[in-house]
């Protein structure tokens, strides 16, 4: 079975964004970004919700156009393009994007049917307020988070309040010259 992994970048206080979706006081160096990199060796499909996804296609497909690009930014151009992208949304209607679906309404079904097929793993990248969902239904079974040097104060939060105490276990854990530090974690199942 596949495995769904959220990448999420947050503030030292929490927050996936800022109040207005602002992402500027993310840090991702060249030393950063070849670990994401990384990361992505097993992933061959994504999750986003409407948001993340309009963000992501008003600028991956158009990195190569950009003379001042890096050789990262376009590796990563070149695997956004090929990787399978679904999209969780209620009002985004259907695109014509390579490699996309959208779905629409209930999720759980499309979820498992996609945790159930052939392939690597899927990253929900970013996608705070469909995260908070799949997180309320336990399908979340890896946390790949990058915790920037930053208190934003208010903004979007990232883990929201939930019924249930959930214990993790630290996978992976690096501290970035930035002053990032990169922590996975995976629910632990034997508690």
Do not use: C
Not at 97 to 115: M, P
């Amino acid at each position: 079975m596949r495995k769904i992994i959220s990448l999420m970048h947050i503030s030292l206080d929490g927050f996936a964004a800022r109040s207005d979706g602002d992402l500027s006081w993310i840090i991702i160096d060249p030393e950063l970004f070849s670990d994401v990199k990384h990361f992505l060796n097993d992933v061959d499909a994504t999750i986003y919700g409407r948001v993340t996804y309009q963000l992501m296609e008003s600028y991956w497909p158009f990195i190569h156009k950009n003379p001042d690009a890096t050789k990262d930014e376009l590796e990563h151009a070149d695997w956004y393009a090929k990787v399978q992208k679904n999209v969780f949304s209620n009002t985004l209607p259907q695109v014509t994007s390579e490699n996309t679906r959208v779905f629409n309404g209930h999720f759980l079904d499309e979820v498992q049917k996609l945790k159930n097929s052939e392939g690597q793993n899927i990253m929900i990248f970013g996608s705070p307020s469909l995260t908070h969902q799949f997180m309320k239904h336990s399908l979340i079974d890896e946390y790949r988070l990058t915790i920037q040097p930053v208190l934003l104060g208010k903004g979007i939060r990232f883990f929201i309040e939930n019924d249930q105490q959930q214990k993790l276990e630290r996978t992976y854990v690096k501290v970035y010259q930035s002053g990032v530090i990169a922590v996975n974690y995976k629910p632990n199942l034997n508690d």
